[in-house]
């Protein structure tokens, strides 16, 4: 005799179904967490499908002197990526979040992530921000190092162009470059073409005229990135957008990193060879205070 499953649960709803029975006894439940045990109904979010299996969208952003920058288009970007990860945004006044949150914290200049997770019958926000201090004159004087990573990006992938939380490949990839004392690792893709860096995207100069990864090869759209382009055109400096192999990368005049925290940032150096002088280039600077000076206007509007 055959039994029919048509309406047998999945195993991730009777999974859904376990945890779910665990938090109507809440009262009753403990958990371990770290060295103690803690009461379930404390640490809600923590079993929610978001923060179990990495099912979320986040943005990080960066305020100066109070000016949340480019806040529409990381809201849009991040309202695109609950629609392709089947969350519904959340109801939130993000901006007036944030700026609450800087009040409270006392911060002018600082660091803010959002994060969207879901949860089993609505969807989690977080917001925060902390004192930004990652990047200071003398590192872009310097310049920054990546490697290659051995990770192959999929430019097939349906979520490539998502941020989302579960950001494992990225943060493996970077910290494989901290252990080697670099500051960045770079993602080829399947066809062996640059994508991105695991937390930035890459430009590169040759001849005055400005390369970058088309979106197609597979990787994040960076806001930064856009923001590069804008300027790059702007300037009337000469721009392709394209599918480069690294031997197309590794002979150039100069390159840089862009990301919203980061900004605009000299690559000097990949896989222990220098890029031009090893040195941070003119071009590089002259986008940088292109893309200040965009982040300036911004301010004066506020």
């Given at each position: 005799?055959?039994?029919?499953?048509?309406?047998?649960?999945?195993?991730?709803?009777?999974?859904?179904?376990?945890?779910?029975?665990?938090?109507?006894?809440?009262?009753?439940?403990?958990?371990?967490?770290?060295?103690?045990?803690?009461?379930?109904?404390?640490?809600?979010?923590?079993?929610?499908?978001?923060?179990?299996?990495?099912?979320?969208?986040?943005?990080?952003?960066?305020?100066?002197?109070?000016?949340?920058?480019?806040?529409?288009?990381?809201?849009?970007r991040l309202n695109?990526?609950?629609?392709?990860?089947?969350?519904?945004?959340?109801?939130?006044?993000?901006?007036?979040?944030?700026?609450?949150?800087?009040?409270?914290?006392?911060?002018?200049?600082?660091?803010?992530?959002?994060?969207?997770?879901?949860?089993?019958?609505?969807?989690?926000?977080?917001?925060?921000?902390?004192?930004?201090?990652?990047?200071?004159?003398?590192?872009?004087?310097?310049?920054?190092?990546?490697?290659?990573?051995?990770?192959?990006?999929?430019?097939?992938?349906?979520?490539?162009?998502?941020?989302?939380?579960?950001?494992?490949?990225?943060?493996?990839?970077?910290?494989?470059?901290?252990?080697?004392?670099?500051?960045?690792?770079?993602?080829?893709?399947?066809?062996?073409?640059?994508?991105?860096?695991?937390?930035?995207?890459?430009?590169?100069?040759?001849?005055?005229?400005?390369?970058?990864?088309?979106?197609?090869?597979?990787?994040?759209?960076?806001?930064?990135?856009?923001?590069?382009?804008?300027?790059?055109?702007?300037?009337?400096?000469?721009?392709?957008?394209?599918?480069?192999?690294?031997?197309?990368?590794?002979?150039?005049?100069?390159?840089?990193?862009?990301?919203?925290?980061?900004?605009?940032?000299?690559?000097?150096?990949?896989?222990?060879?220098?890029?031009?002088t090893g040195t941070?280039?003119?071009?590089?600077?002259?986008?940088?205070?292109?893309?200040?000076?965009?982040?300036?206007?911004?301010?004066?509007?506020?």
């Open positions: 005799m055959e039994v029919s499953t048509a309406n047998a649960p999945t195993s991730y709803e009777r999974y859904l179904d376990i945890i779910t029975n665990a938090l109507v006894c809440k009262k009753t439940m403990k958990v371990f967490l770290n060295d103690r045990m803690v009461d379930a109904d404390t640490i809600e979010d923590i079993l929610e499908p978001g923060f179990l299996f990495g099912w979320g969208v986040f943005e990080t952003l960066r305020v100066y002197d109070g000016t949340i920058v480019f806040l529409k288009e990381h809201l849009t695109d990526g609950c629609r392709k990860t089947s969350l519904i945004p959340p109801r939130v006044d993000v901006a007036q979040q944030i700026k609450t949150l800087l009040k409270e914290n006392a911060l002018r200049d600082a660091y803010c992530r959002i994060s969207v997770f879901k949860k089993r019958a609505s969807t989690g926000i977080t917001i925060y921000v902390s004192p930004f201090s990652y990047y200071q004159a003398a590192d872009y004087q310097k310049g920054s190092t990546a490697i290659v990573s051995s990770f192959v990006r999929n430019s097939k992938h349906p979520l490539i162009s998502v941020k989302a939380i579960s950001y494992l490949e990225n943060r493996l990839a970077w910290q494989k470059a901290q252990d080697k004392g670099k500051d960045e690792a770079l993602f080829l893709n399947e066809k062996g073409y640059l994508t991105e860096g695991s937390r930035t995207n890459i430009f590169f100069i040759k001849n005055k005229t400005v390369y970058t990864p088309s979106l197609d090869c597979g990787m994040l759209d960076g806001i930064t990135r856009r923001k590069a382009i804008t300027v790059i055109k702007r300037k009337k400096i000469k721009l392709k957008e394209g599918a480069f192999q690294l031997n197309a990368l590794l002979p150039c005049d100069e390159a840089f990193l862009t990301s919203s925290l980061m900004e605009v940032m000299p690559l000097v150096e990949v896989n222990g060879r220098p890029l031009g941070p280039g003119a071009m590089t600077h002259l986008i940088h205070q292109g893309y200040q000076e965009l982040i300036q206007r911004g301010r004066l509007r506020k």
